[in-house]
């Protein structure tokens, strides 16, 4: 009884900084170069350790699919997916694959000004629930970082983390902790 409060305390603490997010935030601009670079060295760092799993091939990753269903018209919810970005266990940098998608993810989105976007930020099931909400809003956070650093207005984004509570992969095990440790992205039309 008092985890599900506190989880639905979580939910309500999350859903309200998405909101604020939603609604505006004060803009600082911030050169393409600038932030760029910082996370570049960082992901420098990283590159020097191998990669754990590469993210699950879907049926064409890179192809984005625009799905409209009648059903959602109404919650003006879009259909639209991107293959989500993974990090290596206990980071939050933006590794070189997830680099690529960001960057394709980045060139829809100026293209495509009626949408806004969600990041939610996911970690596996090692550690508590308070240090994977903090690693994941920062897996989050780094990932509309590099999107704002390539151009997309920063308002167009929030972020958002759920942890440990939503595995994709409820395996005990790398494989499927690997795939847990992730970003993924919503649509919603503006």
């Known amino acids: ?73 109404p919650e003006k919810v879009a259909k639209i997916e991107f293959k989500d970005i993974r990090f290596a266990f206990d980071k939050s940098i933006i590794e070189p694959a997830a680099r690529e998608t960001l960057k394709e993810l980045a060139d829809w989105l100026l293209k495509s000004k009626n949408y806004a976007l969600a990041i939610e930020g996911h970690c596996d099931e090692r550690g508590t629930v308070e240090y994977n909400l903090a690693l994941g809003q920062r897996r989050a ?5 590099y999107l704002v650093d390539l151009g997309v207005n920063k308002a167009d984004i929030a972020t958002i983390s759920y942890g440990k509570e939503r595995p994709l992969d409820p395996g005990h095990n790398e494989e499927a902790w690997a795939k847990n440790r992730r970003a993924n992205f919503t649509f919603k039309n503006k």
């Open 141 to 145: 956070e780094a990932s509309m970082k």
């Open 1 to 73: 009884m008092k985890r599900s409060a506190t989880v639905i305390g979580i939910a309500m603490l999350v859903f309200c900084v998405f909101l604020m997010f939603m609604t505006g935030c004060a803009k600082k601009a911030v050169s393409k170069d600038e932030g760029l670079v910082a996370g570049e060295q960082k992901a420098a760092a990283a590159e020097t350790k191998p990669a754990l799993v590469p993210a699950p091939p879907k049926d064409d990753a890179r192809e984005l699919a625009l799905k409209e269903d009648a059903a959602a018209v």
